[in-house]
């Protein structure tokens, strides 16, 4: 499978705290982006980094991306409750000619007020 | 961007029976993709669902058992078909293209089978 790995699979922090989420892939990549699902619904896109990217910020969030180690990290600073929902990392690999997209396994992110 | 629909938005059906799942956009896309996601697990790509012509399968799915149409630049449907339990998860559809600067995801179809 080229399904990329995320870690950690389940973070609870209290509100105010960082949150930080990993993630690594498989194959090189045209660019990784990272979603944010509530509660089993929709998919929210957060961020897109690309291959020639090594850091990006919007809001409260930063991603990093390193191509030599095949992986990213995505940080929330000073969480809130609302930031409670699952975190998908996600490909678009190289080989692939169109957009479709690859996933990590996900990290559920709790943040208790 | 782009606002997606989807419908149902959840369904329960029996073991044998078959749904069809549609999905619109309020513009016209290049690409529309249909994703599976399994209780507690990520999104897995289905197919490409291409316009005009027969959809593009991944490895592990297959047309006699997920057929997908895609009549125009708009609107495509999924067809879970002769269902077992093993079936029962949440359908996304998604858009792309050019004119958008990311994908877009609806807000899934949660199915289950008894």
């Known amino acids: 499978s080229q399904q990329g790995e995320e870690d950690p699979q389940a973070l609870s922090i209290q509100e105010g705290e960082n949150a930080t989420m990993n993630c690594s892939y498989k194959t090189s990549i045209n660019n990784l982006q990272w979603y944010r699902q509530n509660s089993g619904r929709g998919l929210v896109h957060l961020i897109l980094i690309r291959s020639n990217e090594r850091e990006k910020h919007s809001g409260r969030l930063r991603v990093t991306l390193d191509t030599s180690k095949k992986s990213s990290s995505l940080l929330i600073t000073a969480s809130r409750a609302a930031d409670t929902a699952s975190y998908f990392c996600a490909t678009v690999p190289i080989s692939y000619n169109t957009d479709k997209l690859i996933f990590g396994t996900g990290t559920r992110l709790q943040v208790f007020p | 961007s782009a606002v997606i629909s989807q419908k149902p938005s959840r369904d329960i059906c029996q073991r044998g029976t078959s749904l069809t799942i549609q999905c619109q956009v309020d513009s016209q896309v290049t690409m529309m993709f249909w994703y599976r996601q399994q209780p507690g697990q990520s999104l897995t790509l289905i197919a490409t669902?291409?316009?005009?012509?027969?959809?593009?399968?991944e490895s592990g799915f297959v047309i006699d058992k997920f057929p997908i149409s895609r009549p125009n630049l708009t609107f495509s449907t999924l067809t879970v078909s002769n269902m077992s339990p093993e079936d029962s998860s949440i359908y996304l559809c998604?858009?792309?293209?050019?004119?958008?600067?990311?994908?877009?995801f609806g807000p899934g179809t949660r199915l289950l089978v008894l």
């Open positions: 669902a291409n316009q005009g012509s027969e959809a593009t399968y």
């Open positions: 998604s858009v792309a293209g050019a004119a958008l600067k990311t994908q877009y």
